[in-house]
């Protein structure tokens, strides 16, 4: 049994991920943990899923809460990610020093990351020693623009300023944090080809 859940991880480990650190907030406690098991479920109305550790001190906040925070990882926040994926003081007393704001959950969105979607639990599901959450977006966003979905207000701004460069002019597209075979992964030179969508449509920038 121990050598089946050890290839277990090692084929699964054969997908490469992007890497998120889900946050909460549950009154005044904040809670945080590296997570890549998460994806989106639907369009109508938008959806997205994520699964969290039994024995994850962060679960019960969430439960209790009902609200998350997806924030996707930058190949800079490698800190980040070690950090919230590790029992220290740091991570649950200092919630990593990590500085945030908020967008309409109360979840602490992480400043300087890839985008974030802040959702609201609509259902919980038991996945064998993990529980797995479906949360509805509330709002969702990028370094340049920000969408409330509750309320439709759709907001753009500098993102030099958002993200605390003093108003410099840099709008560099961030490149991603990926986890693959166990490790930390970066992007390398990236290669666009059209993809096909159901319709079979090829559309350049890789959307469907």
Avoid at 2 to 17: H, S
Avoid at 65 to 86: G, H, I, P, R
Avoid at 169 to 178: C, M, N, T, W, Y
């Amino acid at each position: 049994m121990a050598l089946e859940k050890i290839f277990f991880r090692q084929v699964m480990g054969r997908f490469a991920t992007g890497v998120t650190v889900v946050t909460t907030r549950h009154q005044e406690v904040l809670g945080g943990l590296t997570v890549n098991a998460f994806c989106s479920v639907s369009l109508e109305p938008p959806l997205i899923l994520i699964c969290v550790d039994l024995k994850s001190q962060t679960l019960p906040l969430i439960r209790d809460s009902k609200v998350f925070a997806v924030n996707m990882l930058t190949q800079q926040q490698e800190e980040l990610s070690n950090c919230f994926a590790t029992s220290s003081p740091e991570r649950f007393d200092f919630f990593c020093n990590a500085t945030h704001h908020t967008a309409v959950t109360g979840a602490p969105i992480l400043d300087k990351t890839l985008a974030f979607i802040d959702a609201r639990v609509v259902a919980e599901y038991p996945g064998g020693d993990h529980s797995i959450f479906l949360g509805q977006v509330a709002a969702m966003g990028t370094a340049e623009r920000t969408l409330f979905v509750e309320d439709g207000f759709d907001q753009h701004y500098d993102a030099a300023i958002a993200n605390g460069q003093n108003g410099s002019s840099q709008h560099a597209d961030p490149s991603p944090l990926l986890y693959y075979q166990g490790q930390y992964r970066h992007l390398g030179n990236l290669q666009r080809k059209p993809t096909l969508t159901t319709t079979g449509t090829a559309h350049e920038d890789g959307s469907n």
